[in-house]
């Protein structure tokens, strides 16, 4: 039976970290690929997905860049395959939704409010840029504001919907949860709902045990059985919070998307590396972590031969 089963989620590469940040972090269709496959094989179940331009590493949502390292994982896993409709914050919504438009894949990230999503402290930690893209990027997001209004979400969903893609639905503050269940409440989400609560980013909810908490209350009394949880934990705390919510009997997501690290100044050199830790940390509660199939019967996905992948 897959009830009572973990999932693991990893993201490979996002578009938050730059390539100045960490050697490790995959950006051509190759490394795209060949991380996706090792996080898979390492016990990741859904494997979330963006493409960077192989040339600087700049978060690119032409589908194009996503076709080669799609196609290469599907062939050698059986991992559920998640594309991202945020591409970058300062992307416009129809460049976002390009890629899972042509791929109709089994889930798509859904980000469920317009918030600030300050990435500029970064700035202070890095002296010298492979691209001068990179530090530009990152102070812009001092005045910048990641749009996904009610109009937006309501037509992403009359899009993919029909396709039978069903989301991840982000959520990185309590209105957000709001926010998915007036969708619920119209008839325009159903269930069961994957519900993917995001700490630790400049602009939504922090990543205190209480905030981890409240979340976790605030989503049972919006959603009560009609929802799987998931956390993701952007940097340094990525593990404890993957602990904490396996403990409280949510699901995972790691990936060096949300954080670049393996441990205290230790840089991960792969996101294998995390899922494997992660896994451990499932199995050492005495829990069992799902297998893609698993996850699509949890998550009630169409499965990988309804896909345009």
């Known amino acids: 039976m897959a009830k009572g089963k973990v999932i693991i989620s990893c993201a490979v590469t996002g578009a938050i ?63 559920v395959l998640n594309i991202t409709t945020g591409g970058h914050p300062s992307m416009t919504l129809e460049e976002r939704l390009r890629p ?92 069961p709902l994957f519900v993917q609560t995001c700490f630790g980013i400049l602009g939504g909810i922090g990543s205190h045990p209480e905030d981890i908490q409240h979340m976790k209350r605030t989503a049972d009394r919006l959603f009560g059985d009609q929802y799987e949880w998931s956390v993701l934990g952007a940097g340094a705390r990525q593990m404890s919070i993957v602990a904490m919510a396996a403990s409280m009997g949510g699901n995972v997501r790691v990936g060096l998307e949300d954080s670049l690290w393996a441990g205290p100044g230790r840089l991960a050199e792969t996101n294998a590396e995390q899922v494997a830790t992660a896994k451990a940390i499932v199995e050492g509660m005495g829990l069992s972590v799902a297998t893609p199939d698993e996850a699509r019967q949890i998550l009630d996905l169409k499965g990988a031969d309804r896909t345009n992948i």
């Open 100 to 191: 899972a438009t042509r791929f109709a894949p089994e889930v798509a990230s859904l980000n469920m409010g317009s918030m600030g999503f300050g990435l500029f402290p970064m700035l202070t930690r890095y002296k010298d840029w492979k691209y001068d893209w990179e530090p530009a990027t990152l102070e812009a997001s001092r005045d910048l504001v990641f749009k996904n209004t009610y109009k937006d979400i309501e037509g992403l969903l009359e899009l993919l919907s029909p396709l039978g893609t069903r989301f991840e639905f982000e959520c990185y503050d309590t209105s957000h949860l709001y926010n998915l269940a007036h969708f619920l409440d119209r008839g325009l989400v159903k269930a």
């Open 17 to 79: 970290h730059t390539p100045s940040m960490s050697p490790h972090l995959p950006v051509t269709a190759d490394e795209i690929a060949e991380a996706a496959i090792g996080a898979a094989d390492a016990g990741a179940a859904i494997i979330h997905l963006h493409a960077r331009n192989p040339k600087d590493g700049r978060p690119d949502q032409n589908p194009d860049l996503y076709e080669p390292f799609l196609k290469v994982i599907k062939q050698r896993t059986d991992a």
